[in-house]
């Protein structure tokens, strides 16, 4: 079993580009460069969150939609 890295904000700020973009969500740390052409909402829409945290637009956008049910775990 390999171990997680720890991601501070420090260095998640520096992925924001468009070739090379992270996320955190519900303090996980994602590399969301795959999904930008395929995201529902836009590219555009994903990279708002590129290079930091992004748990509070998602619940905004998500958490309150009936899509995830009584699945609250990502409230921030």
Known sequence: ??????IPPSVLRFHN???D???A???KVY???PYLDF???GEKELMRVAGRDGT????????DSG???ADRRYKH
């Open 1 to 6: 079993m390999s171990s997680l890295a720890r």
């Open 17 to 19: 580009k468009r070739d």
């Open 21 to 23: 973009a992270w996320a």
């Open 25 to 27: 969500f519900n303090g």
């Open 31 to 33: 590399n969301i460069t």
């Open 39 to 41: 995201h529902p909402g």
């Open 56 to 63: 509070k637009l998602f619940c905004m956008s998500m958490c």
């Open 67 to 69: 899509l995830f049910g």
